[in-house]
């Protein structure tokens, strides 16, 4: 359809075509397909839904932004007559490519870490807007022409604020600001000029912080961008700054070094996201998640990827919690630590951890005859919808891992089943970091122990803590040198009754009579929630990475009850109730305007 501006139809096709692009960017880099969360509880149920719906007219307003309560995005419309100096138009949201990639990315994020919306520390949606605006800013580096375009423009240059660095340049343009509405490269611009480096601790306001964990990105795949050129530039004779025009044929070559990289680069960051903790998230902790899959994945770095990454993010100030140094070798995630567990280290040896759950799993969709899917009765074949099956697969998955971890043990050596309180499942939650036979807070909810985790049922007898299985995908990556890597990654996540007063918390963990009473059962200020993301290795069952987050960590339940008194962001969402259900809504239009 020709481009028009004034056709509703050319807004549909825009909209359709920009979020499928970004959808195979994600897929290419996870290895598997992109689901949608369903709104309410995760863990509960089907988690997915099977399509994200796109409004390209939602909102007569200067906004867009990603619903998970409608598992939408909607896009906003307006005429820059509205904004005080400025000519009349209209202005289409869902016409900029920047702000549609950045609120699929959005609900793509949503879709892999259900608790990323959740405000339990500064860095939580400051960490989706900032990586929403990553995959706008690297998805520029895939149409040809404009790279070249400025590429010759800066002189092969990307450390200068141009049209590859801007994010929603119309909108930033119709709402009165001067150029764009955010630039990835401020504050790098502004370090270049002599300026001070600012650091993360200065800012709260989440566009603002998520500034920083784009510039440290940007500023790494610039560096990278300068070593893979640099050859280029010596034999060319051209040298920067010179003030002579760069040749095309160089300018093409330079054009391509940056598409590639940036597509690296992006691959690097989506990779990421599997390597997290499922609970409570920092920006430090996205560093060691990407540096140990780019590691897991690729284990030779000869360009120094992450010597970048890790550098940049060491310049901005960005904390990252448990580590000594940003040596990419101490930012790795360990491999799971079985000292002090006798029976799961020989389980381990003897068995693999894994290897009773492994079993029981889905691995892909088989077409064997034992569903529509392969059978005779699915007669329309052009109407099979394979990512339900996929999701149906994932819910098998997370019901059978959870009945897993819900049995009890047996001794590795004996077979047999030791009776009373069984010391190889509380090794397990030690490993795991919740709670799954000791039954010490009075805040963590019991389940009856039925085969389904989204059972309602509740019985006085059980004694088990509550917990949810609240993913479980395979992923089938694929190196840049053909090396391929099959995995299972599932998160084991829980959560705690948690109150702004540290009296009534300690009074709450211990009133075990109250639990029993449903208004003292669902009584508190916010939710505490602690977990693990759990990653194994398919090629030989072996459990390569065990991340958590302990549901007794009272040094982060204090953190987290700081952040939601003292914090206008934690106080805005407290104010609003316990479950706000437009976040990025809320943050959006506190921000006073909009780019994502």
Request: glycine share 8%; with cysteine.
């Given at each position: 359809m020709p481009q028009a501006e004034g056709r509703p139809q050319f807004h549909q096709q825009m909209v359709f075509a920009v979020a499928m692009k970004t959808i195979r960017a994600f897929e290419r880099a996870l290895g598997r397909a992109v689901l949608w969360a369903r709104p309410g509880k995760p863990g509960v149920g089907s988690g997915y839904v099977k399509r994200l719906r796109i409004y390209p007219h939602a909102l007569r307003e200067a906004n867009a932004y990603y619903s998970p309560d409608k598992t939408a995005l909607l896009f906003g419309y307006f005429k820059?007559?509205?904004?005080?100096?400025?000519?009349?138009?209209?202005?289409?949201?869902?016409?900029?490519?920047?702000?549609?990639?950045?609120e699929?990315?959005?609900?793509?994020?949503?879709?892999?870490?259900?608790?990323?919306?959740?405000a339990s520390n500064?860095?939580?949606?400051?960490?989706?807007?900032?990586?929403?605006?990553?995959?706008?800013?690297?998805?520029?580096?895939?149409?040809?022409?404009?790279?070249?375009?400025?590429?010759?423009?800066?002189?092969?240059?990307?450390?200068?604020?141009?049209?590859?660095?801007?994010?929603?340049?119309?909108?930033?343009h119709a709402t009165g600001r001067s150029g764009a509405l955010r630039y990835a490269l401020q504050l790098i611009a502004e370090e270049a000029t002599g300026g001070s480096v600012h650091k993360l601790e200065d800012v709260s306001e989440p566009h603002a912080r998520g500034q920083f964990l784009v510039a440290a990105?940007?500023?790494?795949?610039?560096?990278?961008?300068?070593?893979?050129?640099?050859?280029?530039?010596?034999?060319?004779?051209?040298?920067?700054?010179?003030?002579?025009?760069?040749?095309?044929?160089?300018?093409?070559?330079?054009?391509?070094?940056?598409?590639?990289?940036?597509?690296?680069?992006?691959?690097?960051?989506?990779?990421?996201?599997?390597?997290?903790?499922?609970?409570?998230?920092?920006?430090?902790?996205?560093?060691?998640?990407?540096?140990?899959?780019?590691?897991?994945?690729?284990?030779?770095d000869p360009l120094g990827y992450r010597v970048a990454f890790a550098d940049a993010f060491r310049k901005r100030g960005i904390p990252v919690p448990g580590c000594i140094s940003y040596?990419?070798?101490?930012?790795?995630?360990?491999?799971?630590?079985?000292t002090g567990h006798k029976h799961l280290a020989?389980?381990?040896?003897?068995?693999?951890?894994?290897?009773?759950?492994?079993?029981?799993?889905?691995?892909?969709?088989?077409?064997?005859?034992?569903?529509?899917?392969?059978?005779?009765?699915?007669?329309?074949?052009?109407?099979?919808?394979?990512?339900?099956?996929?999701?149906?697969?994932?819910?098998?998955?997370?019901?059978?891992?959870?009945?897993?971890?819900?049995q009890s043990s047996a001794d590795p050596e004996t077979g047999v089943v030791p009776t009373g309180v069984n010391p190889i499942d509380k090794e397990w939650e030690d490993l795991l970091g919740i709670r799954m036979v000791t039954d010490d807070y009075a805040t963590i909810a019991l389940h009856d122990g039925s085969s389904d985790?989204?059972?309602?049922?509740?019985?006085?007898?059980?004694?088990?803590?509550?917990?949810?299985?609240?993913?479980?995908?395979?992923?089938?990556?694929?190196?840049?040198?053909?090396?391929?890597?099959?995995?299972?990654?599932?998160?084991?996540?829980?959560?705690?009754?948690?109150?702004?007063?540290?009296?009534?918390?300690?009074?709450?963990?211990?009133?075990?009579?109250?639990?029993?009473?449903?208004?003292?059962?669902?009584?508190?200020?916010?939710?505490?929630?602690?977990?693990?993301?759990?990653?194994?290795?398919?090629?030989?069952?072996?459990?390569?990475?065990?991340?958590r987050k302990r549901i007794d960590d009272s040094v982060r339940l204090e953190q987290q009850r700081a952040f939601h008194t003292g914090s206008p962001l934690g106080m805005a969402f407290a104010r609003r109730g316990h479950d706000v259900t437009e976040p990025f809504a809320l943050v959006h239009r506190d921000d006073g305007a909009h780019n994502g």
């Open positions: 820059s007559d509205e904004v005080a100096g400025r000519d009349s138009e209209w202005v289409f949201t869902c016409l900029s490519h920047d702000i549609v990639a950045h699929t990315a959005h609900a793509i994020l949503h879709g892999l870490q259900s608790r990323t919306i959740d500064p860095d939580m949606l400051a960490f989706h807007e900032g990586f929403a605006d990553i995959v706008a800013l690297f998805q520029h580096f895939t149409m040809t022409e404009v790279v070249e375009q400025e590429i010759a423009a800066s002189a092969g240059s990307l450390r200068t604020s141009g049209l590859l660095t801007g994010i929603a340049a119309q909108f930033g990105i940007f500023d790494a795949f610039v560096t990278i961008y300068e070593r893979r050129t640099a050859d280029l530039l010596r034999l060319a004779g051209y040298r920067p700054g010179s003030g002579t025009p760069l040749p095309i044929e160089l300018t093409r070559r330079l054009a391509r070094e940056a598409a590639k990289t940036a597509d690296q680069m992006l691959r690097m960051c989506v990779r990421g996201l599997d390597y997290m903790p499922p609970v409570d998230n920092s920006f430090g902790e996205y560093l060691r998640a990407i540096i140990t899959a780019d590691a897991d994945l690729v284990p030779d040596a990419p070798a101490s930012l790795m995630w360990d491999e799971p630590d079985l020989t389980e381990n040896r003897v068995n693999g951890l894994m290897q009773g759950a492994l079993a029981g799993l889905q691995f892909g969709i088989t077409f064997d005859g034992n569903d529509h899917y392969g059978s005779s009765l699915s007669r329309n074949v052009e109407r099979r919808n394979l990512r339900e099956k996929a999701i149906d697969i994932i819910n098998h998955n997370q019901k059978w891992l959870w009945q897993w971890l819900n985790p989204g059972d309602a049922k509740k019985s006085k007898k059980s004694r088990k803590p509550d917990f949810a299985v609240n993913t479980a995908r395979i992923a089938r990556r694929q190196g840049p040198d053909g090396q391929e890597l099959h995995q299972l990654i599932f998160h084991v996540t829980q959560r705690r009754r948690a109150f702004y007063d540290a009296k009534q918390q300690q009074q709450a963990d211990t009133d075990f009579d109250a639990r029993a009473l449903k208004d003292s059962s669902e009584k508190r200020d916010f939710w505490f929630r602690g977990g693990a993301t759990v990653i194994v290795d398919l090629r030989d069952g072996r459990v390569r990475r065990i991340i």
